[in-house]
């Protein structure tokens, strides 16, 4: 499996010393084609991806999370967002289940 991480220079910095492969910066087309030979080849991959990025017109990117497979890509928030941050996961099982099945409890 490999391990990758796109977004930008201060966000990288961590992963990079974490030995993870990162792609610093890049142009959305540079991230659509590094996704794009991932799939060809068919790779396992998990891609740690910066909030705008996915946010981003990357058909790639759409393509990977809309059909799943072997491409897992993590989103992870912009370093001036993080306080406020809100995964997209948590927001669809909030609204299956509720709001209240995120509150944390006290002792639990």
């Given amino acids: 499996m ?10 990288m910095d961590g992963f990079s010393l974490l ?3 990162t792609y610093v910066d890049k ?25 705008n ?9 759409k393509q990977l999370r809309e059909s ?4 897992l890509i993590c989103e992870i928030p ?6 406020d941050y809100q995964p997209a996961v948590e927001k669809l099982i909030k609204r ?4 209240s099945v995120m509150e944390s409890t006290n002792g639990n």
Avoid at 68 to 71: D, R
């Fill in 27 to 51: 142009s959305t087309d540079t991230i659509n084609t590094v996704l794009s030979e991932l799939k060809r080849n068919q790779q396992r991959a998990l891609i740690f991806m910066q909030q």
């Fill in 96 to 99: 299956v289940l509720g709001s």
């Fill in 78 to 83: 912009n370093l001036q967002e993080a306080d």
């Fill in 19 to 21: 030995g993870i492969k």
């Fill in 2 to 11: 490999i391990i990758l991480a796109m977004g930008s220079s201060e966000l």
């Fill in 53 to 61: 990025l996915i946010n981003a017109d990357i058909p790639m990117v």
């Fill in 68 to 71: 799943g497979g072997s491409i």
